[in-house]
């Protein structure tokens, strides 16, 4: 007979930050969806990090943070700013919270 560790699994809340427990996990989720979107056009686009500084109106340091996920440097607003020189729209829809629910939360849909 083999002898097998018996692993527990536990279900993700959704948040990958909230089930590390990493302080502000809503704030880190919603920049970690913004970086992503704004990567994707980037890479649609082909644009270089010289091109995306540029048009953005950072260094090419900051361009190569972004891409690789290193996002405490920017706010939600920040990357707001940039998907608009992507020539992205964004809305910002505000509503009560669901019942149930224990905090009211941060969600970015994107189309």
Do not use: H, W
Not at 18 to 47: F, H, M, S, T
Not at 51 to 74: H, M, P, W
Not at 85 to 109: R, S
């Amino acid at each position: 007979m083999t002898n097998f560790d018996i692993l527990e699994i536990e279900e993700s809340s959704g948040n990958i930050f909230a089930d590390l427990e990493i302080p502000n996990p809503d704030e880190y989720l919603v920049k970690a969806k913004l970086g992503n979107r704004i990567c994707e056009i980037l890479e649609q686009r082909k644009l270089n990090l010289k091109a995306t500084a540029q048009l953005l109106g950072v260094t090419e340091a900051n361009i190569s943070a972004l891409i690789t996920g290193k996002l405490d440097d920017y706010s939600s607003e920040m990357l707001f700013r940039f998907l608009n020189c992507l020539d992205q729209e964004i809305e910002i829809i505000i509503k009560p919270k669901k019942a149930g629910n224990q905090q009211p939360t941060i969600n970015v849909i994107l189309t």
